[in-house]
């Protein structure tokens, strides 16, 4: 049977994906999915991860297939054509996709952020126009970059922080720039991008535009500038623009208020992240259950499994993971209640913050377990684990950084608001 969704390309994949309601009309959830699909997709996307982290090639194949699939538009919302997964499901799928390969799961992440997020930023027309694209075209959408304003209480205070500008002309905007780091550059259509424009009547302690810039467009370059040791696969180059021209109708909320009209975004892009090192983690943790019955100890010439140095190290894995997946699931379960009720709250933001510290924190002592329970073979070049060890550091660098994320939530559990200066 085909893995089937209208539009342009098909694959054959095993087992249908039903897009529509249930027998009793409950909306379909990921658990509904054939299994056989999903573990199908993942096998292929791990037996080819460690060649293209080799090889640092982009994973086209692996998009391509999630696009064929139709898992491209995962938590599109239903009334776009999507699935309409909420952040429970759309986090889960993506641990399924970074357990087989965390660039791919990367890239997806930032694409599943920006999806669900923009869904309640775009008006109506945007959304027809850009999400039948996606949808029919199986174009991507990168992710904001991070406006970097926890501490910004004043507008003078932004000065030198963006690292785009935008000027008014005729029909649009001209913008000038760089956008660091685009996760997925090489498919990228969609580009929304945080700039320094704010009209004279604009009372914003911001004065930030979002635009949605497409791909490509004259005056923006991409510089093949990602060389880095982890997420390899990813391609996250920088882009360049030198006035390029964005039309009116591409503005996202009301100009100079960007800040304030995608504050939820964060929320998607947290919790995305965190999803893709928890994949890492259970990566590593399966890994190293197969390696501890694969391996005999020299000198009792048991299996490692026997072992109780082995069986400890198992144990702390599997305590780390599960706890780190009820965080997980208990944050994202949280935000799906609130989206419903259209507030996010501030217990939520606070929670977020401490899920990306305490689950990517664990994700790290797992990989590291594991490296343990197999030994010196997993410092190998190449080997899962010395793979999986560089793309787990990653984690530490998602804004917003570990000693500004315990400010953060330091500073409102004491309720300490720094008007004017962060410390005393």
Not at 23 to 41: A, F, H, N, P, W
Not at 175 to 201: D, N, Q
Not at 228 to 257: N, T
Not at 291 to 312: H, V, W
Request: net charge negative; charged share 25%.
């Amino acid at each position: 049977m085909l893995c089937e969704i209208e539009g342009p390309r098909k694959i054959s994949y095993g087992n249908k994906i039903d897009h529509s309601l249930d027998k009793g009309g409950v909306e379909m959830k990921l658990t509904e999915l054939r299994q056989e699909t999903i573990d199908r997709l993942i096998l292929q996307f791990s037996e080819r991860a460690g060649q293209l982290d080799a090889e640092s090639r982009f994973p086209h194949q692996n998009l391509d297939e999630l696009i064929d699939c139709g898992l491209h538009v995962a938590n599109m919302p239903k009334q776009d054509g999507g699935l309409g997964y909420g952040f429970e499901e759309t986090i889960t799928l993506l641990s399924h996709i970074s357990k087989g390969c965390a660039s791919t799961g990367l890239i997806m992440a930032m694409h599943y952020y920006s999806l669900g997020a923009f869904s309640e930023v775009l008006t109506s027309e945007q959304q027809a126009s850009v999400f039948n694209d996606i949808r029919h075209s199986g174009e991507f959408i990168a992710s904001v970059s991070d406006p970097n304003v926890i501490f910004i209480y004043q507008r003078k205070q932004m000065e030198g922080i963006p690292t785009i500008t935008a000027e008014k002309t005729d029909g649009g905007y001209l913008v000038s720039g760089t956008k660091f780091t685009v996760t997925g550059a090489p498919r990228i259509k969609y580009l929304p991008i945080y700039c320094e424009y704010a009209p004279s009547s604009c009372t914003s302690q911001y004065g930030m535009t979002a635009l949605l810039m497409t791909l490509p467009s004259e005056g923006a370059e991409v510089e093949e500038s990602w060389n880095y040791s982890g997420m390899r696969a990813s391609m996250s180059h920088h882009i360049h623009f030198d006035q390029v021209f964005i039309p009116d109708h591409q503005l996202i909320g009301r100009e100079g208020y960007a800040i304030e009209d995608t504050e939820h975004l964060i929320y998607w892009f947290r919790l995305a992240v965190t999803a893709v090192y928890y994949g890492i983690a259970k990566a590593a943790y399966e890994h190293a259950l197969g390696m501890a019955y694969k391996r005999n100890d020299r000198i009792s010439k048991k299996k490692s499994a026997f072992l109780p140095g082995q069986q400890f190290r198992i144990a702390d894995m599997k305590m780390k993971l599960d706890v780190a997946h009820s965080q997980l699931m208990a944050c994202a379960q949280q935000a799906d209640r609130e989206k419903q009720q259209t507030h996010y709250s501030s217990e939520l933001y606070t929670k977020t913050l401490i899920t990306k510290h305490f689950v990517t924190q664990a994700a790290e002592e797992i990989v590291e377990l594991a490296s343990q329970v197999e030994g010196f073979s997993s410092l190998q070049q190449g080997s899962l684990l010395e793979r999986l060890s560089r793309d787990v550091k990653a984690a530490k660098f998602h804004p917003p950084s570990e000693d500004v994320l315990k400010e953060v939530i330091a500073k409102k559990e004491l309720g300490i608001i720094p008007l004017k200066n962060r410390w005393v």
